[in-house]
């Protein structure tokens, strides 16, 4: 099928979900409160001991680790959708029209694009009126939020296809919280490398978590000054790093996904 054809029909389903996300009240709910809460919480109530009492560097340096962990568990929303659809039968509606197999998939991870993009508008803002401020050019910044959401879209693969494998929502759930959580916590999105036992400072160097936040803090501007130099390679190079994930990941899961969606579809 036509490479234009196939967009085309992502492009419907895309929109399909994009205004599910209007018109669920939980999804709305979860896409812009959540990322409030995760800000006001680790700002005010654990920025004092994890900051070391400077809470106005701690909130700057505390955001890119936000962004990374929120759009990460936000891409866990394609899992989840695509499980619900399957159980509820639209897929196999999907099945009955003229539209390419591949495009579901297609559609379903570029809506939690836009998912993603509403999560990091509200937790900027957010993050703006508890002190967080950008130090680099409008480019930079541009840059900053362009590659979590690259990182963010080849997680939503991941989740994609866990969702076709695992056809239930709540087991998406459940399975990509217990995986997720600790991957981005064994990370320096919240505390400095040198805070972690060694063992744990080894797994969080090579963490791409650690990639993706510490290249949006460079590019945002707001590495704490002071900050020893990294000396593992995947944080020399986090933009290097994360775009080399971003893309092994593509290309592993998006032939995964869409083999394991013929074959759910096919039962």
Excluded: C
């Amino acid at each position: 099928m036509r490479v234009p054809h196939v967009l085309a029909d992502a492009s419907v389903v895309a929109t399909r979900n994009i205004i599910k996300i209007k018109r669920v009240p939980d999804l709305l709910v979860f896409t812009t409160l959540s990322p409030i809460m995760f800000v006001l919480l680790f700002a005010y109530v654990f920025g004092g001991a994890i900051g070391g009492g400077s809470g106005a560097s701690y909130r700057e340096y505390l955001m890119a680790g936000i962004f990374a962990q929120t759009v990460i568990f936000g891409a866990t929303i394609t899992g989840a959708g695509l499980a619900d659809d399957v159980k509820k039968g639209i897929i196999d509606r999907f099945r009955s029209l003229p539209m390419a197999p591949s495009a579901v998939l297609t559609g379903r991870t570029l809506s939690d694009v836009v998912n993603n993009v509403i999560v990091l508008v509200v937790m900027s803002l957010t993050g703006l009126l508890v002190g967080w401020r950008i130090h680099t050019s409008a480019f930079e910044a541009l840059a900053g939020f362009g590659l979590l959401l690259v990182f963010a879209y080849a997680i939503s693969w991941i989740m994609a296809w866990v969702g076709m494998l695992v056809p239930s929502p709540e087991v998406v759930n459940n399975a990509s919280f217990v995986i997720i959580f600790p991957l981005t916590f064994i990370a320096i999105t919240f505390v400095p490398l040198d805070t972690l036992p060694v063992p744990l400072q080894r797994f969080a160097e090579w963490n791409p978590v650690s990639a993706v936040t510490q290249a949006a803090r460079e590019l945002f501007g707001n590495i704490p000054p002071g900050t020893p130099e990294p000396t593992a390679w995947p944080l020399e190079h986090p933009v290097v790093y994360t775009l080399l994930w971003s893309a092994a990941i593509l290309a592993v899961f998006i032939p995964l996904a869409n083999a394991q969606y013929r074959v759910s579809t096919s039962r």
